[in-house]
């Protein structure tokens, strides 16, 4: 197999990644922490690296829109972003979702203002949950690269058609440097062909896109919506499992578990994080301790049958996440509960909130989770943030 | 040179459904004859052909005749009467569709 | 050089063919009026983008869609982006001979879509960019848009004891999309076809971005009768209110200049959005328009 290493960022590898998966136009806003995505694939086009149209919009919700118009001809689109960014598209992502667009976006966790912050959380991508988007969430540069390629294979595939989010940890993750395996342009052709589709504005047979329906029509299409979603999960774990026998590199599919099959405690997790976790769990396994991390790659399509099958091993479960749904709790911990709910045998488990605003959620506080999961001792609190800088219980 | 409206069955099943909410352009299911109270007549003798009502109907239902008359397409004429106003020799008038049972 | 009237075209040299026929427009609706004049210059091999407005509200109800060619409703600000988008796929995938033309209201136009037009010109994408002006949020009822003239009665602006309907002017959209120095730009009324159409003809030859403003009549919001769609939009021109100029190579054109205005009444009273208007209020619009033919007509000619 050819190939060669590089020592990139994370943004620097979605660039690799995009350029590889070769889209026909790029619609480009800078955000931080994306920036370094949208600089370096305007590097590639202009040093003809990367044949596409670089196109400078003046939005990020025109930079939907205009991906939205490449693909409703029957282009390959990209365009990334991040937190007020993909919250200013919202319109449009829902939009290209409802529309069937393959469109692949990458998307820089970053907190929501305000208070005003860069940093990473998940509160972002995780607010559109329901945009009919497939996300799934990177934990380091190579996977990134790799789900770029991935990302459309599974977009386009006929029966699925649906657009497709790769999450990245902002800075964490797109501005972390690690040595990264770039795949042979040859073999990717091979592995990605370029996409054909019907569902486009075609000069042979004539089309009217987007249109609207009555309520007679109307929920038909949100079922196949729905109906295609649910379905992506089987050509999720084929293109993965096709990619690894192609290129080496193999993601587990829905989730990745590790240790949890004998693991009184279980943290479940999101993105970058679960480096850290799974050396905790290495640390505390030294020690004797029955712990295990179980990551949580796809939001959407949720993994049901993945988390039912951790559910039945009856270890006390912890969810981990960037987030919070205010007045209820993370968001992660209600998708899990909700599949635990059609277990026959309850599932202990809490929710465990960190990280928001960008701070850092150290080995000692994922220590103090296991710990606290493998107490035998009631939970007393639904929901925890961890990590506090101050004392809360006045 | 129009679309004609087709005969058109509602989906039983759903993979009757196009895959996405795009379906083939020009497609017509329905008429807009039932919209009017007033219709155009065009009386030939009177009509020039200068093409002005062809212009600026708004349905598109005015067409040239060969002999560069105008005919209009009754079935989609929702009956503004714009091109009875705008003609020039008055070639147009609009009559109560009650009253003109031969359309 | 080539002349404005090289691009004349006859009424006899239009295609028969109709690619927007059946919509569930009202009845005299003027903008389907520019929108089927439009497609019938710029030809089948032609995308539409539309955003959500009137236009695509009556031609994209499945299962009757009434465009017979290429067209998508885009999300209400974005029709710029995506025409951007359009043109540009169509390009990367070697489509040749094709024309991106983008139907959008005043409101579309002025308000919403005005961040998403401005980067359509500013890239100096290849796009037909056509604002049909009806001077109100017309879909969604009656609401005043930043087109909407002085004095008129909407349902957001409503004429009372102490509001003449809107209080402020039409904002003027030819000369702000000049001012980006767009590859040509230019108004028309649906009461002078004959003008829209050699226009058209002309936007068609011209590379990089186009912006045509089109005053078209709207007799549910306008409160006429349908009958005088036309002969509003004409009388807007004559009575001075509205006017017909181009812009090219960084320099304004007034392309009809009347000796003298029909009474602006004659264009008013026939209207309920302005039958209300008092002696006081048709002094400032006419004040207004005074003004503006000044400015035209010293610098325009």
């Keep these: 197999m050819k190939s060669n290493l590089k020592f990139v960022s994370g943004d620097e590898a979605v660039a690799l990644g995009v350029r590889l998966a070769r889209p026909h136009v790029i619609s480009a806003y800078p955000i931080t922490p994306q920036t370094i995505v949208v600089e370096r694939l305007a590097d590639f086009v202009e040093d003809g690296s990367l044949k596409a149209e670089y196109m400078h919009v003046e939005s990020e919700h025109s930079a939907m829109a205009a991906a939205m118009g490449v693909s409703s001809v029957g282009a390959r689109a990209f365009t990334a972003t991040s937190s007020q960014g993909l919250l200013h598209m919202a319109e449009c992502v829902h939009y290209a979702s409802g529309a069937r667009f393959p469109i692949v976006m990458m998307n820089a966790n970053r907190s929501i203002a305000v208070p005003w912050s860069i940093y990473g959380d998940q509160r972002d991508s995780l607010g559109l949950l329901d945009s009919g988007w497939i996300q799934v969430y990177v934990e380091d540069a190579q996977e990134a690269l790799d789900m770029m390629i991935q990302a459309y294979k599974v977009a386009e595939h006929p029966e699925v058609m649906t657009p497709f989010m790769v ?31 019907t569902n486009k504005m075609s000069m042979d047979e004539p089309k009217s896109l987007c249109f609207s329906t009555s309520p007679a029509d109307n929920q038909e299409f949100k079922y196949m919506q729905h109906k295609a979603m649910e379905g992506s999960v089987d050509i999720i774990r084929e293109v993965d499992a096709e990619f ?53 790659r796809y939001m959407r399509p949720f993994p049901q049958d993945e988390v039912k099958e ?14 919070i749904s205010f007045g209820n709790e993370g968001t992660v911990f209600t998708n899990v509960n909700s599949v635990f709910s059609t277990l026959e045998k309850r599932v202990e488990s809490k929710n ?29 609190e639904r929901v925890e943030f961890i990590g506090m800088g101050c004392d809360t219980n006045e | ?8 069955k509602r989906p039983s099943k759903i993979s009757e459904y196009p895959s996405a909410p795009a379906f083939e352009s020009g497609h017509l299911v329905t008429k807009n004859a039932g919209w009017r109270t007033f219709v155009p007549i065009v009386d030939p003798e009177k009509c020039v052909g200068c093409l002005r009502c062809y212009l600026v109907c708004p349905d598109g239902v005015i067409a040239r005749t060969e002999n560069n008359k ?13 091109c009875a106003h705008e003609c020039k020799v008055k070639a147009i008038t609009m009559k109560k569709e009650a009253d003109e049972d031969e359309i | 050089m080539t002349r404005m009237s090289d691009f004349n075209i006859r ?70 982006a995506m025409l951007s988008g359009v043109a540009a796929g169509a390009r990367a995938l070697g489509i040749k001979d094709f024309q991106t033309v983008g139907f959008a209201g005043d409101g579309g136009t002025a308000d919403i879509g005005f961040q998403a037009l401005s980067g359509a010109i500013d890239r100096g994408d290849d796009i037909i960019y056509i604002c049909y002006d009806n001077e109100a949020y017309m879909n969604t009822g009656i609401q005043k848009s930043g087109l909407t003239p002085y004095g008129t009665k909407t349902t957001t602006s409503p004429a009372g004891e102490n509001l003449p309907g809107a209080v402020t002017h039409k904002k003027n959209m030819f000369e702000i999309v000049a ?40 007799p549910t919001g306008w409160g006429s009768k349908t009958e005088l769609s036309v002969q509003l939009a004409k009388d807007a021109v004559d009575s001075g209110l509205w006017y017909l100029a181009e812009y090219e190579n960084d320099e304004f054109k007034l392309n009809r200049n009347p000796k003298e205005f029909i009474p602006v009444e004659e264009y008013l009273y026939k209207q309920g959005r302005f039958k209300h208007l008092k002696e006081e209020d048709i002094s400032v619009i006419i004040e207004h328009r005074d003004k503006k033919w000044e400015k035209m007509r010293k610098t325009w000619l």
């Design chain 1, 352 to 380: 465990y909130v960190g990280g928001l605003g960008g701070r850092d959620i150290t080995k000692e506080d994922i220590r103090g989770i296991f710990m606290d999961l493998l107490s035998k001792e009631p939970f007393t």
């Design chain 2, 70 to 82: 105008v005919e209009i397409d009754y079935d989609f004429c929702k009956g503004c009467g714009i």
């Design chain 3, 11 to 80: 009424p006899k040299d239009l295609t028969d063919q109709e690619y927007f026929y059946g919509h569930k427009a009202c009845a005299g609706c003027g903008a389907t009026i520019a929108v089927r004049l439009a497609l019938k210059v710029l030809g089948e091999r032609t995308y539409s983008v539309l955003p959500a407005n009137c236009m695509s509200a009556v031609s994209f109800i499945y299962p009757q869609m009434a465009f017979t060619t290429n067209a998508i409703i885009s999300p209400f600000a974005s029709t710029g």
């Design chain 1, 244 to 296: 690894g026998q192609v290129f080496g590199r193999y993601y587990h599919g829905m989730t990745e578990s590790y240790r949890c099959e004998d693991a009184e405690a279980v943290l479940m997790t999101l993105g970058s994080v679960t480096g850290t976790v799974r050396t905790v769990v290495d640390m505390l396994r030294a020690e004797g301790h029955k712990v295990g991390v179980f990551k949580i």
């Design chain 2, 1 to 8: 040179m129009r679309p004609k409206v087709r005969a058109y």
């Design chain 3, 179 to 218: 001012a980006h120095g767009i590859a040509y730009a230019a108004t028309a009324s649906i009461g002078y076809p004959n003008d829209f159409l050699r226009k058209l003809n002309k936007a068609k030859s011209v590379r990089g971005p186009v912006y045509l403003h089109i005053l078209a009549s709207c």
């Design chain 1, 310 to 323: 951790l559910g039945k091993l009856g270890s006390r479960v912890g969810v981990l996440e960037k987030n």
């Design chain 1, 167 to 197: 999450n990245l940890d902002g800075f964490v993750l797109t501005h972390t440097y690690e040595p990264v395996e770039v795949p042979d342009q040859k073999q990717v052709d091979d592995f990605l062909p370029m996409y054909q589709s």
